[in-house]
């Protein structure tokens, strides 16, 4: 109960509704932990290494809040296209599907990333080590595999400003390595709403050379008029050994997404009927295609038995044309930008890691010192989305801009064991972007807009860690975090005044946790359960002020504050029960009220908008039979602010969802069949918001009651 009290103490929104599932959960975990007393029956879990703490360790020696999430259960009776259907019950993550793959997921960590209104922000994605994140902390999460990812890492707290810019938490996505006889896999599912999907995979090693090779397409008719979407995705990854010492991997992937856009609904609107889309969508036929081809290849190299190499290389580009449903009259202004963005990028980068272990005063010492630089080329044009009177079609020029973004952060991280029950880690890297506009567009009554700026900042971590006894940790980290504005969000200034956005600052962040993390293993019961108690203080906080015509522009907010608790559990009730459960409990808030460029302003105490104060999630799976198995889910979230000052919230709601599996083995053939029922109860709700939306659309609702179907089949030569 300790937790309990804590939250309350700090005044953190515990809810009646959230109190008792906290408590329960607790009891749960102690009433667990007091069995592991006597003398283990079952098998000890095993131990699983984690890498997102750049020094490899066990998930318990991990001095942070990290969860994993392996490939079996990412994929098991799921469509295996979002990560918002197996990641949802990650504590600390908040992930909305919007429905709408013209604008990808809507995800935040404890709060950070919340503004985004189309694609991420305030996070970094990492997949095989290279960047899903651009060095100006926008990213993108629809080029992850998941028909073949090996596992997902979700890192919070302040261990993640490692990581520099935009590095409110970390998801880190490893694709499986080929290893063994050759194996091919197929699987087709189908479901509500005209959706399917259909997936092939090869894997195994031939000669020395592992390999693996995914490809996967997925279509829908979207639960919304204009919500259609056809996604194609290749991925591929090598992997070889030129010595003993030494270790090449290659890693390809496309992704090709065609959608339309059905953008939101007016709260009264989506009463009325959920499922309805604005007229201007229909009338602009708002779509987006995006296409992005990329490579990677790492290379490891132990020099001897206390030093270690790595070199880490990608290059890539992006293509996006989106047709936005920007009313005419709001084109007529000289320095307006258009209905159509035309995005050209072309981006690389490295990540050169030395790593070393030695003793300091007879303790074990590990360090890793590197320098990540990433660069991107960015033409983009913007055109009037009319010809005439005809709407939705390519018009004439009204921005042509060649954009720079470029990084080169040095860190350095080290990990002591300096006593038997003690580890210190530590960390620094110099974090700095530079964004550099030249404007190639110039008219009268829009000016040369040509510009730049550089942030920079210092980022230290410190972290201690004690282990009371042989299954259970504790563990306290502070650290220092940055966020600059994305490139997106300099692009246009308040007010439609002509130029880009370059007064608007960095948020500058320090973060605090303490942690505990336990596991065991008795007779008929295993598991493991992790608790960690965060807050997270904010200066020049990045808020949207205003979004309209699907054009968002942003402005500082002052001081904010984040803190809270999580609780995350796993636990295996004797051989045909498994439990999972997750609680985040999350009080964001304006600590310094401001003003917008429309003279409304919004006083302190307000929370964070795109924020939920709680959110919870319950899955049991049932193996009745080795064949068979069977599952529940719930999920829980509270009111989400749609806008700053808190006078639209979209309802809290409750989903169940029920799933089935068959899997039958003959010989070289494996067979499984898969059924899986969402939003059981068909409930009427929001499934993300659109972040102060100009117009009063912030809903993007989610759908009713869904199913799905599939088969899978493998051959094993």
Request: include cysteine.
């Amino acid at each position: 109960m300790h937790l309990t009290r804590l939250c309350l103490s700090a005044g953190w929104p515990l809810r009646r509704s959230t109190l008792p599932t906290l408590v329960s959960l607790m009891a749960l975990a102690q009433g667990a932990a007091a069995q592991s007393g006597t003398a283990p029956a079952a098998p000890a879990l095993p131990d699983i290494t984690v890498r997102s703490t750049l020094l490899p360790s066990s998930l318990d020696d991990a001095p942070a809040a990290l969860t994993l999430v392996d490939g079996e259960r990412l994929r098991d009776r799921q469509w295996q296209v979002n990560l918002s259907e197996s990641l949802s019950g990650t504590p600390g993550l908040l992930l909305q599907n919007r429905q709408n793959y013209a604008q990808d997921l809507q995800l935040s960590i404890r709060g950070h990333g919340a503004r985004s209104t189309f694609g991420v922000r305030g996070v970094q994605i990492f997949v095989d080590g290279i960047p899903a994140t651009l060095p100006d902390g926008q990213g993108q999460t629809n080029h992850i595999d998941l028909q073949s990812v090996e596992r997902i890492e979700v890192l919070r707290g302040p261990y993640a400003t490692l990581y520099g810019n935009a590095s409110g938490g970390v998801i880190n996505a490893y694709t499986e390595r080929g290893e063994g006889r050759p194996r091919v896999d197929s699987s087709f599912a189908l479901g509500s709403n005209g959706q399917q999907r259909l997936g092939l995979k090869a894997q195994g090693e031939h000669q020395g050379v592992g390999y693996v090779v995914s490809a996967s397409r997925f279509q829908t008719d979207g639960p919304r008029p204009q919500s259609a979407a056809d996604k194609n995705l290749f991925n591929a990854r090598l992997d070889t050994r030129p010595s003993d010492d030494s270790h090449l991997m290659l890693v390809a992937s496309d992704v090709n997404v065609q959608a339309q856009d059905p953008g939101g609904l007016t709260p009264a609107d989506w009463r009325a009927n959920p499922r309805a889309t604005a007229q201007g969508p229909l009338d602009f036929n708002a779509r987006k295609d995006t296409r992005q081809t990329q490579f990677g290849l790492t290379y490891d190299l132990r020099v001897d038995a206390s030093n270690a190499l790595r070199l880490m290389v990608y290059a890539g580009q992006r293509r996006i044309t989106q047709y936005q449903s920007t009313p005419v009259a709001a084109q007529s202004p000289a320095t307006s930008a258009g209905g159509v963005i035309d995005l050209g990028r072309d981006y690389g980068g490295l990540d050169l890691r030395w790593a070393h272990h030695t003793q300091l005063a007879g303790s074990p010492l590990g360090l890793v010192l590197g320098l990540a630089a990433n660069g991107v080329q960015e033409d983009r044009q913007g055109y009037t989305n009319f010809l005439g009177r005809q709407l939705g079609v390519k018009g004439a020029l009204r921005r042509d801009e060649r954009n720079t973004l470029s990084n080169a952060d040095p860190y350095l991280q080290a990990s002591w064991a300096l006593a038997p029950r003690w580890k210190l880690d530590a960390g620094l890297r110099w974090s700095n972007a530079l964004f550099v506009s030249h404007d190639r567009y110039i008219a009268p009554g829009n000016g040369d807009d040509s510009g730049q700026t550089r942030f920079r900042r210092w980022l230290p971590m410190l972290s201690l860690q004690h282990t009371l006894d042989a299954h259970t940790q504790v563990y306290a980290s502070v650290g220092s975090g940055l966020e600059t504005p994305t490139f997106n969000e300099l692009s246009y200034r308040p007010g439609g005044l002509p130029g880009l956005n370059f007064g608007l600052q960095a948020a500058t962040a320090t973060s605090a946790e303490i942690g505990l993390r336990q596991r065991w293993a008795s007779d008929g019961l295993r598991g493991h359960w992790s608790a960690a108690l965060f807050q997270t203080d904010t200066k020049n906080e990045i808020t949207v002020a205003d979004n309209t015509g699907g054009r968002a522009t942003y402005r500082n907010a002052g001081r904010t504050r984040r803190q809270g608790a999580e609780l995350g559990s796993q636990l295996w009730l004797g051989p045909q029960w498994q439990l999972t459960a997750a609680l985040t409990v999350l009080d964001a808030q304006l600590r310094e009220g401001f003003c917008d460029n429309k003279g409304s302003c919004v006083p302190a105490g307000k929370r964070l908008a795109g924020t939920a104060r709680t959110q919870a999630a319950l899955g049991l799976d049932w193996r009745p039979h080795p064949d068979w198995r069977l599952g529940g889910e719930w999920r829980h979230v509270s009111a989400i602010a749609a806008n700053d000052s808190n006078s639209t919230l979209a309802p809290a709601y409750d989903v169940l969802a029920l799933s089935t599996r068959y899997t039958r083995q003959w010989g070289a053939w494996k067979f499984s069949a898969f059924a899986r029922i969402d939003n059981l109860t068909d409930r009427q709700y929001v499934g993300s918001v659109i972040v102060n939306e100009g117009n009063g659309r912030y809903y993007e609702a989610a759908p009713g009651r869904q199913w799905m179907a599939g088969v899978n089949l493998g051959y094993q030569f």
